[in-house]
């Protein structure tokens, strides 16, 4: 037969598991005190060597971080890395990493380092062929310093090399007038590092300013169809001319290169004469009858022949001839002042009543083409063939130039 428990009974079964249930309770807070207790840690935070302490309830690097408030910054470098654990007593590192500009290869880049001065960032590119823009005022927003004082530094202008030492830390400028290079507010100057790892002031001179040039227009060619000219030949009817015109251009040249170059104003001063050509279309020997109608003397190609002489003095010509023929000085000069009267020593000109032609003014004309068939153009062929008339006649240029001084022709 099951029995009931008493009231006595229940009240201290009820006691039991009260005090069992203290136990568990008192178990589990201190449990809880201890993971709080580890939780909770003080570190020392030093940022560019300036130490401060810090007390979290965070357990990493990262997490500390964000509950004092500090934030990571591009390049900045961490010690430990920010995933890593932390304990009570640590001591968290952080170097500040400074936006630069820096030239790759002519090509300005900005980039973070935590470099203290321009000098060691320069060291650690060395291989990337890299440079500093130098600015010549005293404060400088990124990376401030240049180098450590007493560095050897080279200063490179106008194709000399100057050594010298830093001695303004934070100061281009002090470094230049050192080696008393002088620059221009619009010079470049750059930080570089040499072959051999030397820091190095490199200055390069730039120009600026507005050139005035003259410079030659050059002039068209113009081609027209004539009936004046015949078929298959060309005739410069207008000798084109080059004009000109002053063009101004405003430039600016750093060192040997021209980066700029805008040109300003432009003025044509002379204007070009167009070359006007005249293409044949006329039927070569219908053009020279035409012409022969006209009374115009042509060649054997059926072209004018031109009334001014141009060539070479046809006087040398005949010296040299009469010398062949054995003919004295004298003689020669008697030849010279026969035929400046008959022709001026023209081998076009033409006696406008009889039609006596050339230098030795041949009646007719056509007697000269035994010496030669360009008896028209050529005063070598009209000489030979007048000297030899001479010989044949008067025996001597003098006898001939008596003959013509008594009764007017030879």
């Not at 960032?121 to 823009?133: M, S």
């Not at 050059?218 to 169809?225: A, G, I, M, S, Y």
Request: charged share 25%.
């Amino acid at each position: 037969m099951t029995q009931t428990p008493s009231r006595a009974q229940k009240r201290l079964a009820r006691r039991r598991i009260l005090a069992s249930a203290a136990v568990a309770s008192t178990l589990i807070v201190g449990m809880a005190a201890v993971d709080v207790a580890n939780s909770h840690v003080e570190v020392n935070l030093e940022i560019d060597g300036v130490s401060r302490p810090v007390a979290s309830w965070e357990n990493s690097v990262q997490g500390v971080l964000r509950s004092a408030g500090v934030l990571v910054r591009t390049g900045d470098e961490i010690s430990p890395k920010l995933d890593q654990s932390i304990t009570d007593g640590s001591k968290i590192t952080i170097n500040r990493a400074r936006p630069v500009s820096v030239s790759f290869g002519g090509r300005n880049r900005p980039i973070h380092t935590t470099a203290a001065t321009q000098a060691q960032l320069l060291k650690e590119l060395k291989d990337r062929n890299a440079a500093i823009p130098a600015t010549r005022t005293h404060v400088r927003g990124d990376l401030a310093m240049i180098a450590e004082h007493g560095t050897p530094v080279l200063v490179l202008a106008d194709g000399k090399t100057q050594r010298t030492e830093v001695k303004n830390r934070f100061n281009i400028e002090a470094i230049l007038q050192s080696t008393g290079t002088q620059v221009s507010p619009i010079d470049r100057v750059t930080l570089t590092t040499s072959d051999s790892g030397e820091l190095q002031v490199e200055v390069t001179r730039v120009k600026r300013g507005i050139t005035t040039e003259n410079l030659p227009v050059k002039f068209k060619t113009v081609k027209k169809e004539s009936d004046e000219v015949a078929k298959g030949k060309e005739k410069v009817e207008t000798k084109g001319e080059d004009g000109n015109e002053q063009v101004s251009t405003y430039r600016e040249i750093v060192g040997e290169e021209t980066v700029v170059e805008i040109e300003t104003a432009r003025t044509q001063t002379k204007a070009p004469v167009d070359e006007v050509i005249l293409v044949g279309t006329a039927d070569p020997e219908e053009l020279a009858q035409k012409r022969r109608a006209e009374g115009i003397l042509v060649d054997e190609n059926g072209e004018p022949i031109p009334s001014v002489y141009t060539g070479d003095d046809p006087r040398a010509i005949a010296q040299t001839m009469v010398a062949q023929r054995g003919w004295s000085e004298a003689e020669f000069q008697c030849l010279v002042q026969l035929w400046q009267r008959e022709s001026g020593w023209n081998p076009y000109a033409m006696n406008p009543s009889s039609g006596a032609y050339g230098i030795p003014q041949s009646l007719p004309g056509e007697k000269m083409a035994s010496a030669g068939a360009d008896w028209r153009t050529n005063p070598a062929t009209q000489i030979a063939w007048g000297l030899g008339y001479i010989e044949a006649r008067y025996g001597t240029p003098c006898a001939a130039w008596g003959h013509s001084n008594s009764v007017g022709w030879y």
